[in-house]
């Protein structure tokens, strides 16, 4: 340090311990009181409502003492998840209602676009429909409050694109088999290995809502998932549709394997059996999406109580509920997931934020590679 400034310095009563380069750390930041104040401004300036404060988004949650979800998660889920918010919030009395019939989600969509929902405060939105459900959602800036650490939300579960949706948990897919119908060392190893000639004819099922191919798509391009798709066709395999049903027939022997199973449907019969014959294994690149993506219509009633619904599903306590209930329907990107870590330092292909728009237009080429018609989904 220059020794008249270090004279000067010590004159005016300050103990000098740093050099002149680390003099920068001493000037004051900004505070917290300011940085939310800008963030509110920038979200304001883009439409967006930001709330700076925890404390007061739970006080006027009590005020609303209400809060009606629908959501794409089991029963047993919810039903442990409302426990356990109540606890929390003792004050907001919570219905969960399920979102699960195939048409469901677009009968939704056009009940939202008519204002007919107005007593719902939360609902799951799927991709299929992506872009259309956007000009009816509550613009609250849930990206910017979890940057800000108002609210507990990991920021990467949250869409950059519009701030306001987002995704609960995640998926991978695997190859599920029948342990008895086929060694592990014959289950592929790769996605290419079920074009051979050995698996033509029958010889493993593909699930005809095509979400893994988008996946593939997203990470692999599309015109290898395409290309794909189309020799997939070609091995004439068994076509089904729905993974629970799927998976349970492979556990009763039906059939040996499960082109692109939902790792977590795939678990699901060891859950009650332990002796269960199905068996699951991850190849790479791992097709993973993002899904179970929440949002609050534009005219939700109890929108706090709804903040605090959204940031408890994604805590530790809502993330290990969903992990008893469903194991490894979770979010990649939550605190301590167990998901996160069967994927660490494997190569994926992931549909997430930048790509998952993308879905339905890559879910209707996918169709067409198969060589069905199918009716278009806008």
């Not at 939360?122 to 613009?139: G, N, Q």
């Not at 991850?282 to 534009?298: G, T």
Request: charged share 20%.
């Amino acid at each position: 340090m220059n020794e008249i400034l270090r004279t000067k310095l010590i004159t005016l009563g300050i103990l000098v311990t740093m050099d002149i380069c680390a003099l920068t750390s001493v000037l004051p930041a900004a505070s917290p009181s300011a940085t939310l104040a800008k963030a509110k401004q920038e979200a304001e300036a883009k439409g967006y409502t930001f709330l700076t404060n925890h404390d007061a988004i739970a006080a006027e949650a009590k005020k609303e003492g209400k809060l009606r979800v629908l959501g794409s998660l089991s029963s047993t889920t919810y039903k442990a998840m409302i426990t356990a918010f109540k606890k929390q919030y003792p004050s907001i009395d919570v219905d969960v209602e399920e979102l699960t019939p195939t048409d469901a989600p677009q009968r939704f969509l056009l009940e939202l676009k008519a204002g007919h929902v107005a007593d719902w405060d939360v609902f799951p939105m799927v991709a299929d429909y992506w872009t259309e459900y956007i000009p009816y959602l509550k613009r609250f800036d849930v990206l910017g409050m979890a940057a800000q650490k108002v609210l507990a939300i990991p920021p990467a579960m949250i869409d950059p694109r519009n701030r306001n949706i987002m995704s609960v948990g995640s998926a991978i897919f695997v190859v599920g088999y029948n342990k008895k119908l086929i060694s592990e060392e014959r289950v592929p190893n790769n996605w290419e290995q079920f074009l051979k000639p050995e698996f033509k004819g029958k010889k493993f099922m593909v699930d005809l809502r095509p979400q893994g191919f988008a996946a593939l798509a997203a990470g692999l391009g599309e015109k290898w998932a395409m290309d794909y798709a189309g020799k997939i066709a070609a091995q004439a395999p068994v076509w089904v549709r729905g993974q629970t049903r799927t998976v349970a027939a492979m556990a009763a022997g039906e059939h040996p394997l499960l082109h692109l199973a939902y790792y977590h449907s795939c678990l699901r019969p060891a859950k009650k059996d332990p002796d269960t014959p199905v068996g699951c294994k991850i190849i790479e690149p791992v097709p993973v999406r993002l899904h179970e993506f929440a949002a609050l219509p534009s005219g939700a009633p109890h929108p706090h109580a709804s903040l605090l619904w959204l940031e408890f599903q994604v805590s530790p306590e809502g993330q290990d509920i969903i992990n008893k209930n469903e194991p490894m329907n979770l979010s990649i990107y939550a605190s301590e997931s167990e998901l996160a870590k069967v994927i660490q330092g494997k190569k994926l292909s992931l549909n997430g934020w930048e790509t998952i728009h993308n879905t339905p237009k890559w879910e209707q080429m996918t169709l067409k590679a198969f060589g069905f018609p199918n009716a278009e989904v806008k």
